[in-house]
């Protein structure tokens, strides 16, 4: 299995601007989505996971650092429920929305739901 790599070890937080974040259930669905995603074309470094309740107190530092909006808010309210629950937030870098939908599609085949992208002026759901 390919190692998936985390944001505990990131130097700093990331933006939600720029990324598709999306939720699987299992640790193998996780692995085998951040596997298809480099499949795909997105670099390793592009791919980040939240687990647990260490990537939710992260992730609330994220949203704490800064003012994001409704969409960001709905994901930290899933994530309250979906990361204590051994579930998993990936985090991919996108450039437009094309790489987005690009993600939104590889995702869905892996599991993933509650998939936003977060764009320069307009954050989009992209799956249930």
């Known amino acids: 299995m390919t190692p998936v790599s985390h ?11 720029g990324h598709t974040v999306g939720f699987v259930d299992t640790l193998e669905a996780c692995e085998a989505l951040t596997q298809a995603l480099k499949t795909a074309g997105f670099p390793e470094a592009s791919i980040k996971v939240l687990r647990g309740e260490e990537g939710l107190h992260l992730l ?3 949203v704490d650092a800064s003012s994001w909006g409704e969409s960001a808010e ?5 994530a309250t429920v979906e990361l204590p629950s051994g579930h998993s937030l990936v985090f991919v870098d996108v450039q437009n929305a094309e790489e987005a939908t690009t993600v ?3 995702s869905t085949q892996h ?18």
């Not at 709905?74 to 899933?78: A, G, S, T």
């Not at 993933?112 to 764009?119: D, N």
């Open 104 to 106: 939104a599609e590889v």
């Open 60 to 62: 609330e530092r994220m």
């Open 111 to 128: 599991g993933a739901h509650g998939t936003y992208h977060f764009g320069l002026l307009v954050d989009t759901r992209l799956t249930a």
């Open 74 to 78: 709905e994901v930290l309210k899933l």
């Open 7 to 17: 944001l505990d070890d990131a130097p700093a937080l990331p933006d939600l601007q």
